[in-house]
């Protein structure tokens, strides 16, 4: 069946038009359900007066199903005007053992003909759809939820189709160069984040369809599609478990608000709906009921690029690390051994011995520490009334309240936190000022005692975190995630590109919370061509990355004599660049003060600066810091300013190699003075 190209364009058509016959069924159910609904709705107003609380209950139940009803056609016509313009984009003819081959359409959704009664086209996450993306021609085998099915390929044919129409199709031999991949990644770069479900890699498709790892962290270099495979990995979960997880039972713990942003089509052009998104700093604010100002992580990065301070680093570098979160473990065990002094209380003439308090007080170990005090009072004065034989006074009950909370030494987390780096012999590492204003590096450990101090409501509504960019995130803030997200967790990073390395979690350090993580490592780099790859190396050298083979112009560095002639030249490229065709570049500077200079003299229309406050992504050319461009990708990229003078530290080394690695196509770096002495040669 179908066998020529010819053939192909003919049941093209078929599939178009009975597309087209399925729209308009949807259309006449919407016209009918809005009909049922405004008669409804004209049947409650008449009869209002006659209606008792039952039936407007009822009526409005109702009018709410009928509303549902409508807004799933609504949902169902986009789908099916979506697979009008690109209705699969791929085929396998699939033989089982002794049967024929069928062929089995793949596209972004699926679509059921309910005439004939069979499924034209097979959603990508469909059991059968990963046979594309796992096998070649030959013997091949799909898992489905009753066992695992085999056959033999007898034909794989890609196919791109726009506005309906065949652009091409190609067949796949066993070895196949893969044309189809190369020819999306040599595109220009779309606005936001696209889907990639036509050109899913075998090792992609792993990650993405892998139902048992309760947590799944994902290192991969950089442009490896972590962040992309990740999106698709949701998408597929949203199927595979659509009965017991929809879209707001996901949570995406994202960098910054312009990066939600970035990602924010993907999972709709895959059909789903949008997920909500939250920022650690969000989450920190929520988490400490903000009563306590803190520093942002940007603002700590930033502090560490202005200035070089050792004690500043020292202090990031400690509570970053495994042994911090270990300290902080052992001290919650000292405080409950040590800080409680047990006496007996006496209320009245009533003694409460000693041995009551400390058995009830054992009783309570689930409940955390400083919430147990409630609970033992409450048994005091149980046993108090049973002794006296009445009931106590409320000065008498109040009484023993204060008495019991006075058998611990603190009862305020911040005092206890303190007293943790007394405890360690090392008090200088905590920095708070007289406005209470905490330090990044304290946020998550404050938000961890208070947690198993005191308890915290977990997200529960939450089936799966989605943790991006998890190198920026240390230890302590994994064991708060893991205390309030007891869901299925999906990490990724890359240990590379953290914009702080005194903090940097590695894929290890955080298999260390997560000892029951899958761990999957993904080499290939996808992004950008051989040369700008091979150039990011010179600055972070990993001997394991695979870039795909895709050329383009060789990165490059041109010196200036001063600032000025610097950003005149540029001027002049973003003018080539505008008439360019390509779609987007990123200036990308170390700090946003450079951004910011780099703004104001370079200031048009079309250009547009991002810093931290930003929320949308923008189309065209951005101006912006490395930690902020983190996660995004620009068709070419400048990198200004990459002096000796501006780039020195390790953290700037890692700004740059984040920066570099933005780019798709093509690189540019200025600099004045002399070079960066990470690209002299
Ligand atoms: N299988 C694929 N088919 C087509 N494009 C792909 C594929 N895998 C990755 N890409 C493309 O590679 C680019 C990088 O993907 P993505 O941003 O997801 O990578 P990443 O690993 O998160 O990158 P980084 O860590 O550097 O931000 C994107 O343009 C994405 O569309």
Known sequence: MNATQQEEKEYLEVIKEQLTLAVRRV?????????????????????????????????????????????????????????????????????????????????????????????????????????????ELGPASYATPSGTVRGTIELKRQYKIRDGRLEFMLDSDVNIHDDVLQQELAKSSDDKMKNIVATIQRDQNAVIRNETAPVMIIQGVAGSGKTSIALHRI????????????????????????????????????????????????????????????????????????????????????????????????????????????????????????????????????????????????????????????????????????????????????DLYRDFYRWIGRPELLQVGHSLRLEYADVFALIYLRIRLEGATAYDQVKHLLVDEMQDYTPVQYAVLSRLFPCRKTILGDVSQTVNPYSASSAEAIERVFPQADVVRLQRSYRSTVEITAFAQRLMPNPNIIPLERHGPEPTVVPFGSQAEELDAIRQMLLNFK?????????????????????????????????????????????????????LEFDAVIVPFASAHSYKTEVDRSMLYVACTRAMHQLTLTYSGALTTFLAA
Request: some cysteine.
């Open 27 to 135: 259309d006449e159910a919407v016209r009918q359900s809005s009909e049922e609904l405004r008669q409804k709705k004209q049947y409650i107003h008449e009869h209002q007066s006659g209606m008792d609380e039952a039936d407007m209950v009822a009526a409005d139940q109702s009018i709410n199903r009928m509303a549902l009803t409508g807004e799933g056609a609504v949902g169902r016509k986009r789908r099916l005007l979506k697979l009008g313009q690109s209705p699969y984009f791929g085929r396998i003819d699939f033989a089982a053992p002794n049967q024929a081959s069928a062929p089995v359409y793949i596209g972004v959704y699926s679509f059921f003909d309910e005439q004939q009664r069979r499924n034209l086209i097979y959603d990508w996450r469909a059991p059968i759809s990963s046979l594309f993306y796992d096998f």
């Open 235 to 414: 998408a597929f979960l949203l199927y595979r478990y659509r009965e017991t997880i929809s879209a707001k039972d996901i949570l995406i713990i994202s960098p910054n608000k312009v990066f939600a942003d970035y990602i924010s089509n993907v999972l709709p052009e895959l059909g789903e709906e949008h997920i909500p998104e939250l920022g650690m700093d969000e989450l920190a604010a929520d988490l400490l009921e903000n009563r306590y100002p803190f520093q942002t992580f940007f603002e700590q990065v930033s502090a560490l690029l202005e200035q070089h301070n050792p004690a500043f680093i020292e202090r990031i570098r400690f509570k970053s690390s495994f042994e911090f979160l270990s300290r902080l473990n052992q001290y919650l065990l000292h405080i409950e051994n040590n800080y409680i002094t047990w006496t007996e209380l006496r209320v009245g003439r009533t003694v409460v011995p000693v041995a009551f308090v400390q058995q009830k007080f054992r009783a309570y170990h689930r409940v955390p520490l400083l919430k147990r005090f409630a609970l033992v009072a409450n048994d005091i004065r149980t046993y108090v009334r049973d002794a006296t034989g009445r009931k106590l006074t409320g000065q008498e009950k109040g009484a023993i309240g204060e008495a019991t909370a006075r058998l611990f030494r603190f009862h305020n987390v911040l």
């Open 579 to 631: 008439s360019s065709g390509s779609h987007s570049l990123g200036l990308i500077c170390k700090t946003l003060r450079q951004a910011e200079q780099a703004y104001e003299a370079l200031q048009a229309p079309g250009i547009y600066l991002l810093t931290d406050e930003s929320t949308k992504f923008k189309e065209g050319i951005i101006i912006t810091t490395a930690h902020l461009a983190k996660g």
